[in-house]
């Protein structure tokens, strides 16, 4: 189905695409460039229009309308405050106060939305049980309301730490309600998958948006990694474990989404997930076949790394960039 793959560049155009690529996610673990694009009074309305298209607003209202419109739709939800990185406790403990708020205003809203967070955001960089503290705060609240939470990915040095974390929150504290995401592009996922899948929580699985040495990860757009996303997303759904398919590349949603309907799979197991201002249409359309869906949306001023991240994974997308930064209110 033609209509459904993504735009194509000429072959001899690839070289200066993966370039482009790789300097939009050397960029975004920049954290000196960071500050200066989101903290700048005259850079900062300039990102903001770039992230625009991918981010549901400012403010915990902002998500929560935005959850709103979602659930409407017939989507589950997941939201997630912005941040990564943070090196003050002071400033950790007042971005907790903010998942807090959040928590408990889905509750209050009966909405149908999972809360998702960075432990690199609640500490985990300063102080590992400073992270697994505000992590378990906020898992405790989460699962008061009867709402999953979800630990998000970060780059590979922080890939043992994070898991770490996952595991404590299981084994000390039985938080049932708390998943992980794994990123299929790191090799030594195969190896991971089975340990988490000793644990009850959502395992969520991405291609992975990090820059990574290839001694230690596939390429982005290399066949190895689909393939990869390919097996991992089948054991998955094989396994009866609860999942999330977090792609946006139409063949791997089709070639899964048929493997479950082959396989009379149960729907309370697995959904298909898609990132706001990406992938809305193919969600839709999986939704109309009948699969469970989430749709992800994240808020917050900390939208750097995020951004340049989802603007690599698709090169036509600094094209929109671009008219989006040169076209206030374009998006």
Sequence with gaps: MQENLPPSFPPQWQPLVDQAAIALRTL????AAKEKFC???LLQPFMQRVAKRYVAGQKVTDVLARVARINAAGHAA???YMGESCRSEAFVMAETE???ELTTAIGRQDLNCSISFDLSHLGSVIDEELGYRNARRIARAAANIGREVMISMEASERTSQIYAIYRRLHEEDGLDNVGITMPAKLHRSVDDLPMLLRYPGRIRLVKGAMLEQESI???RNSPELAQAYRRFGAQLLRSGHKCSIATHDRGIQQELSALAFSEDLNPRNYEFESLIGLGTEQIEELRARGFPTREYA???DEHFLYVLNRISEEPVRVYQAVVDLLTPGAA
């Design 217 to 219: 990860a596939y390429a």
């Design 78 to 80: 997941s939201a997630e």
């Design 98 to 100: 903010v998942f807090m």
């Design 28 to 31: 975004a673990l920049d954290e």
């Design 298 to 300: 994240v808020f917050g």
């Design 39 to 41: 903290k700048d009074p």
